[in-house]
């Protein structure tokens, strides 16, 4: 059974960057899953914030294209979120999903980013 964990997330400050990763363990087929990233800020729903497909083709919320960059690596079986010219709102927990093309999906269980001065 396939295990999604994220990293790297922490405090930054306004304007600044950071990397999120999203490691697959446990599973098979990496290759094939649909990955996406969300987020969850206090008080408010999870949004989706980017998707990369098994073909590499991304997709990316409107409030985050142009800063937040989606990528993936089949060889080490991760998914990264690069976040820059982050800002207070982007603070909230991010996670990261899979989708096989069957529709079976898992989440991991989040990486808090926040961004303050």
């Known amino acids: 059974q396939v295990q999604f964990v994220e990293s790297g997330g922490g405090l930054v400050q306004p304007g600044g960057s950071l990397r999120l990763s999203c490691l697959a363990s446990g599973g098979a087929f990496f290759k094939l899953y649909v990955m996406d990233w969300y987020r969850q800020a206090p008080g408010k729903q999870r949004e989706l914030v980017a998707s990369i497909t098994s073909s590499g083709s991304t997709n990316y919320g409107d409030s985050v294209k142009g800063r937040f960059t989606i990528s993936r690596d089949n060889f080490k079986n991760t998914v990264y979120l690069q976040l820059n010219s982050v800002k207070p709102e982007d603070t909230a927990v991010y996670y990261c999903?899979?989708?096989?093309?069957?529709?079976?999906?898992?989440w991991g269980q989040g990486t808090q980013v926040t961004v303050s001065s």
């Open positions: 999903k899979g989708t096989l093309p069957t529709g079976w999906n898992a």
